[in-house]
Nanobody
Framework: QVQLVESGGGSVQAGESLRLSCAVS????????MRWYRQVPGKQRDLVAA???????NYADSVKARFAISRDNTKNTVYLQMNSLQTEDTAIYYC??????????????WGQGTQVTVSS
């Protein structure tokens, strides 16, 4: 079974940093674009950052100067370095990736989510 396993969430003070990790678990043939989304209860899930297999990135305007997405293709892991965290960054963060299993089609997978809480 293929899964995305997230780690690194927690509670911090405004201005501090956190690093989220998301590792692929299970047998896959290829990983294409990997993304981080976030969701506040009662609101839609929003894209935070994305990175292609070649390393091209894009960010939501609200995090562009503070967050950095990266990946280690040898470990099939994506990271989100979050600096200068603000209370508005409080949300559940979800990892998302387009992956293909042996004999399968490219499809989208989601992690279980990790809570990030920023207090003032």
């Amino acid at each position: 079974q293929v899964q995305l396993v997230e780690s690194g969430g927690g509670s911090v003070q405004a201005g501090e940093s956190l690093r989220l990790s998301c590792a692929v678990s299970g047998s896959i043939v290829s990983v294409s674009t990997m993304r981080w989304y976030r969701q506040v209860p009662g609101k839609q899930r929003d894209l935070v950052a994305a990175i292609t297999s070649g390393g091209s990135t894009n960010y939501a305007d609200s995090v562009k100067a503070r967050f950095a997405i990266s990946r280690d293709n040898t470990k099939n892991t994506v990271y989100l370095q979050m600096n200068s965290l603000q209370t508005e960054d409080t949300a559940i963060y979800y990892c998302n990736a387009d992956m293909r299993r042996a004999g399968g089609f490219l499809r989208e997978y989601w992690g279980q989510g990790t809570q990030v809480t920023v207090s003032s």
